[in-house]
């Protein structure tokens, strides 16, 4: 009887010190600043843990759309001390956490990255994050995104003959397989210089994605498998390692490809400057061939050149595959918007002389309205629908309010897109919000699809070159029509804007 009470009483203890814990740590100016902000109920030691608690991909993203609307804006969720979360939703927190040139440090969850991508340009930070930055500019100078146009339209030729296959056949298109096919053929032989035909693994390395994006967020809704040493313990980081093998086996076939075809022509790349790369456009230069020459001048190891194409493999293609996906089933539905764009891109290709018809990239700046409506569609279905930054350093909002250091900034794109006040009646497709004189009216970080301020994605110019060079060559030749319904997708938080169920729509030739 006397071990049961002594049992008791330590138990009782334990609990009494755990509560005095809670209850100094919600004194402290973190959870009095953050609590300013609207959340769930905390709770006492498990503040508002209950609330994520072991969600699966599909309730993540569907409660991630019902908080903004229950509490009206952006909201908090708080553990401790040690691990509080600010939810942006709104342009009047986003602007001072994307502007700052203080706060550009990506949050803890992409330390989840690291085994996957590395510390390249995305995950890296402070120094290595600027060496990186400046060295990969000149990679994505608008002479260089010129010539990656004549490798958008070979690889969208090859595009259109699988659609043709779909329309002979009289089937639907699925469009996540086809456009992240593309979409991965076309940043290999663009930024690696590297047809992906002469390298092995690019199919299953498009079915890892689907999968490491599962565990991710498996361990993000599970508080204690943020510890390293639990992840290993109870066999998650053995699970995950296991996927990442046909994934990095593929990246590593690239840079082994590259480097070979590198020091066979050592004159032609001893050549290479940022100065001639800007000055022959004819010469097709990718970005790996700018790491391997940094490499030679010992600007950056083999663990870096990994790190870079891991990134850019991932980044360059699920992103775009993406975007397109949700173009081309947004433009199935918006049966006049097609059609504008249509008679836009019909007028100038019947203005070209007959014997070159071929577009340039000089006449997408032409199509104004093409441009609006992929904006709006980028706006609608943002490819990356979350970021997060480490907030180093308080930030004080216009109302008073304070982000203290050391808060998590969850930036929900897709969310922040929906603001009411920036986009009134915001879930209907309008290409005219994207009008010069609606452009200037609102905000600049009120759209954000490649992110903004210091840490913007290094190539959105290289995204809509390839958005526009697809849409252009598809419609012009086909007519397209919704077959999957809005209700019907199964939405689910991921790396990028993705669905468990195929997103289909059907071509049909004009």
Known sequence: MDILTNWWFAVLAIVIVLLVWDAIDKSGRQYRAINKFPGPPSLPLIGTLGEILFMDQAKTFEWARKWPKRYGGSYRFWINSSLYVLNVVRVREAEPILSSTKNIDKSRFYKFLHPFLGLGLLNSTGPKWMHRRRMLTPSFHFNIL????????????????????????????????????????????????????????????????????????????????????LCLLTGYKAAFDKLLLPVHSFTTGIINKKREQFQSSTEQYSELTEENIYLNPKKRYAMLDTLLLAEQKQLIDAAGIREEVDTFAFEGHDTTAAALVFIFFTLAREQAVQDRIYHEIRQIFNNKPQSDRAFTPQDYTEMKFLDRALKECLRLWPPVAFISRNISEDIVLEDGNLIPAGCIANIHILDLHRDPEQFPDP??????????????????????????????????????????????????????????????????????????NPIEVRFERR
């Open 427 to 500: 879930d209907r497709f309008d290409a005219d919000r994207f009008l010069p004189e609606e452009v200037d009216r609102r905000n600049p970080y009120a759209y954000v699809p490649f992110s903004a301020g210091p840490r913007n994605c290094i190539g959105q110019k290289y995204a809509m070159m390839e958005l526009k060079v697809v849409v252009v060559n598809a419609l012009l030749k086909y007519r397209v029509h919704p077959v999957t319904r809005l209700e019907e997708i199964n939405f689910v938080a991921d790396l990028v804007l993705r669905s468990t």
């Open 146 to 229: 010129n010539g990656f146009h004549r490798t958008f339209v070979e690889e969208c030729d090859q595009l259109m003959s699988t659609l043709d296959e779909h329309v002979d056949k009289g089937v639907p298109t699925a469009l996540q397989p086809v456009m992240s096919k593309f979409t991965l053929n076309t940043i290999c032989e663009t930024s690696m210089g590297v047809k992906l035909s002469t390298v092995a693994g690019a199919d299953i390395y498009r079915a890892k994605l689907y999968e490491i994006g599962e565990a991710l967020i498996h361990r993000l809704m599970r508080p204690w498998l943020l510890n390293d040493f």
